[in-house]
């Protein structure tokens, strides 16, 4: 299964890649010793033409893409450290509206230009030290129609030697990503006492990924490791990036009822097994747009076009876990009716990581918050996890 997933990974991140958002960023407090440092970006315009430069103490890699609606052209270089005054940025020039910058993720700095109508980037290179002793990222930005911005977007192109991303493997063990739904600004379901799903994710993660590697045989990658908002797709990208062949997104609901109890178990369907699962995924695919990642104009198109990528084989290795889990989960902790449901959740939509969503039960039941509230209460849903791991990665072949 691993040999299978490895071609169909490398094959789909293009496509996936193009179809990125910016998210909200954050700069960075201090440059780490090694780290280059952006020391200031320039706009001019050229009558006609704007362009951008961006001066480094180093020479990074960096690569550039657009997207519409709205008309955006991003930058994301390794990450670095913005030796930038304060209040610097977002003053606009040309064909550029606005720009924003900052930290995109633990692995990319991000730069992003919002644009006053549709241009396409006629020349993008680094250029050396020369009088000056600084390197300079220079992009150079054409207006064209909006026609023109979807026929000459540029695909996206590593325009200097990039490095790539280690696999967070350890030689002979399996990866697992757990995604703690929710985070940062968006503090997901509310429970009968304010118990917020967030925390309530966040610490059963870390406290399944303690049981995990503790077995020995799995190295576990978390989508986030702290109260932090994290896009949807990109959860799904930090899970592809560490080579994971699991991925498994936890959440606790809150309904008007009080008295509905008990955990399901959601896989990828293009058609919601019933309203409830269709309502709920809905619900959770907003959550970009609670972070200022407004994604709901792109969502059908991005939803298509993943679906389509994902394997048969990749779905049905879902469902299989599913199947696995849901018995282990019946022998200590409390199910709803028709606990296998299917949905079109984003974060399942990975095309090549078997991924399965966990409603742990109702923080709207005041049964069932306690017992997420409460480690020892939460033991068995731990025990129960680890064990279904177990017996599907034991029967799946080498």
Do not use: C
Request: a negative charge.
């Amino acid at each position: 299964m691993r040999e299978r997933s490895t071609g169909l990974r490398t094959s789909a991140r293009a496509a996936l890649v193009a179809l990125g958002a910016a998210a909200v960023l954050s700069l960075a407090a201090a440059p780490a010793a090694s780290q280059p440092t952006v020391t200031d970006v320039r706009l001019g315009d050229q009558g006609g033409a704007t362009r951008l430069v961006l001066d480094l103490t180093e020479a990074v890699a960096f690569t550039v893409f657009a997207l519409d609606n709205p008309y955006r052209i991003v930058i994301d270089l390794p990450v670095v450290y913005w030796g930038l005054a304060a209040g610097e940025g977002g003053r606009g020039r040309g064909v550029v509206a606005r720009y924003r910058f900052g930290r995109f993720d633990d692995d990319t700095s991000r730069v992003v230009l919002d644009l006053e109508a549709p241009a396409v980037v006629t020349n993008a290179f680094l250029l050396p030290p020369g009088a000056v002793s600084r390197y300079r990222l220079v992009l150079d930005l054409q207006p064209v129609n909006a026609a023109g911005f979807v026929a000459d977007a540029p695909p996206p192109q590593v325009t200097a030697p990039s490095v790539e991303i280690a696999a967070v493997r350890p030689r002979g063990k399996i990866v697992v990503a757990l995604d703690p739904g929710h985070g940062g600004v968006d503090p997901g379901a509310l429970g009968v006492t304010g118990t917020r799903e967030k925390d309530i994710t966040l610490a059963i993660s870390m406290e399944l990924r303690d049981a995990l590697e503790a077995t020995g045989r799995y190295a576990v990658v978390l989508t986030r490791e702290r109260d932090r908002f994290v896009a949807l797709r990109e959860r799904v990208a930090i899970a592809r990036r560490a080579g994971a062949e699991l991925f498994l997104s936890l959440h606790a609901d809150s309904l008007d009822s009080p008295n509905v109890r008990g955990a399901s178990v959601y896989t990828l369907s293009e058609t919601a097994s019933d309203k409830e699962a269709a309502d709920l995924a809905a619900k959770e695919n907003r959550a970009d747009a609670i972070g200022g990642l407004d994604l709901r104009g792109q969502d059908d198109d991005v939803a298509a076009i993943l679906i389509s990528l994902a394997q048969r084989e990749t779905m049905n290795l879902s469902a299989t876990f599913a199947n696995v889990l849901i018995p282990e989960f019946a022998a200590n902790w409390r199910l709803l009716r028709n606990t296998h449901r299917f949905a079109g959740f984003a974060v399942l939509k990975a095309p090549d990581v078997p991924s399965v969503l966990v409603e742990l039960g109702y923080l709207s039941n005041a049964r069932d918050e306690s017992a997420l509230n409460s480690p020892s209460a939460r033991r068995p849903i731990i025990a129960a996890v680890v064990r279904a791991v177990d017996e599907y990665f034991g029967a799946l072949p080498g």
